[in-house]
């Protein structure tokens, strides 16, 4: 007798370890200790037909044993009801004696980013779209589209930084190719600019980068003329370098325009006087501009008969490179952050 409890105590036990869940627990519980048909009750059952002295023995040993059995199942059943979060939490400490972590370094933005927003607030202030264009582009909306024929120098991949093995897709050299895209969704009439950056395959100095940025602008309407054009232009150039900045513009031949421009501003050092940044000129060219071409006009399905149109494009790197008075491009995109904390 003595030793069925024993046996009974060291099945139950094994099979409490390997109970997994909830239910499990239950019809073990059940199996074991169930009022009617458990294993234990059975065996506490069968104690009423021994002698009263075999009757105390045995029964202190069956009452060890159910004891044993039910704590070991209140125990599973404690174990099953704790969460794993539970659990986790309850093996946490927390130590409030630990140094704390160092300051978060806030961060800020890239002087180009600083240039490129204060325009976009000065532009969407009159009105225009602020687009963003793809930086791996086609051929045709870098050159074809914008009138750049086939056989021009700047396609050349000396130029240009071409994709291996797919000879029609590249790093788009300028933001004019958001030209014709910008036409071709929005349709005319159309003001808007799209600021980003550009590649080209330079060999690198204190003014040339492999990758800058630029800022494009189109205005297409009825009736738009080159007075519309600088006046624009002198409003973001007296934004830029205060009220009494002029803007002269000068013959320059760019495929896209007609008739085109190259645009300088009042040198804001010396006020036009001449100084070592305008190199004694009194002028800072900024600015590649002109009358859209019918052609490039025709590419964006625009009526050029009934459209005309005004294009520029600023060189964004070097606005913010006249801005803080930065004397080598490289630095720019160096990642340098010695460099960049000053902004
Ligand atoms: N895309 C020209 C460049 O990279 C700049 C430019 C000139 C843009 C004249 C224009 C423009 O929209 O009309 O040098």
Known sequence: MESKFKKLKEEAIMALKAVKDKIDLESLENKILGRKSGELTDLMKELKDMNAE?????????????????SALEQKKRELSESDWQKSLAKEKIDITA??????????????TIVQRDLEDL???????????????????????????VDHPARDSQDSFYIKNHPNWLMRTQTSSVQVRAMQKYGAPLRMISPGKCFRNEATDVRHEHTFYQLEGVVIDENINFGHMKGVLEIVAKHLYGKDTEVRLRPKFYPFVEPGVNGEVTCFLCKGKGCRLCKETGWL???????????????????????????????????????????????????????????
């Open 285 to 343: 060219e900024i600015l590649g501009a002109g009358m859209i071409h019918p052609n490039v006009l025709r590419e964006g399905d625009v009526d050029s008969k009934k459209y005309q149109g005004f294009a520029f494009g600023f060189g964004l790197t070097r606005l913010a490179m006249l801005k803080y008075g930065i004397d080598d491009i490289r630095l720019l995109e160096s990642g340098d952050i010695r460099f960049l904390k000053q902004f």
């Open 54 to 70: 075999a009757k105390k023995a045995v029964g202190q040993i069956a009452n060890e044993v159910k004891k044993e059995i039910e």
């Open 123 to 149: 532009f969407s202030s009159m009105g225009f779209l602020i687009l963003d264009g793809p930086e791996l582009e086609s051929e045709y909306y870098n050159f074809t589209a914008v009138n750049i024929p």
């Open 99 to 112: 140094p704390s972590l160092p300051p978060f370094e806030r961060g800020h933005f890239h002087p180009n």
